[in-house]
């Protein structure tokens, strides 16, 4: 039901950073659960990190670990992901997601399932 757009995406070097950001619209991302994925050329898409409803929890693919910051204000509307330390493995391009939460107990969950909103994706290239 939500409008998702990414943003944020472009020719990085090795070891760089990038933030990509996702802002959303038409609905608030209040009670959404929200996650960035990725799909290399040629390669499935693959769940990168997710974040809960109210913020508390977060949850990463292991190759991003210690790499990758997701984060959410729901004043502005917007999911970012910032990416540091990236590698060429990291070109994919990256897909905010949300999923709305109906039930009160599953606020803190972080799930990469259930998402029912969707951006079109911004392509990310690491490269020298």
């Known amino acids: 039901q939500l409008q998702l757009v990414e943003s944020g995406g472009g020719l990085v070097q090795p070891g760089g950073s990038l933030r990509l950001s996702c802002e959303a619209s038409?609905?608030?991302?209040?009670?959404?659960?929200v996650a960035w994925f990725r799909q290399a050329p040629g390669k499935e898409r693959e769940g990168v990190s997710c974040?809960?409803?109210?913020?508390?929890?977060?949850n990463y693919v292991d190759s991003v670990k210690g790499r990758f910051t997701i984060s959410r204000d729901n004043a502005k509307n917007t999911v970012s992901l910032q990416m540091n330390s990236l590698k060429s493995e990291d070109t994919a391009v990256y897909y905010c997601?949300?999923?709305?939460?109906?039930?009160?107990?599953?606020?803190?969950?972080?799930?990469?399932?259930?998402?029912?909103?969707w951006g079109k994706g911004t392509l990310v290239t690491v490269s020298s």
């Open positions: 038409r609905f608030t991302l209040d009670y959404h659960s």
């Open positions: 974040m809960s409803a109210r913020g508390g929890v977060t």
């Open positions: 997601a949300a999923g709305y939460v109906y039930d009160y107990d599953e606020l803190d969950d972080c799930h990469y399932d259930g998402m029912d909103s």
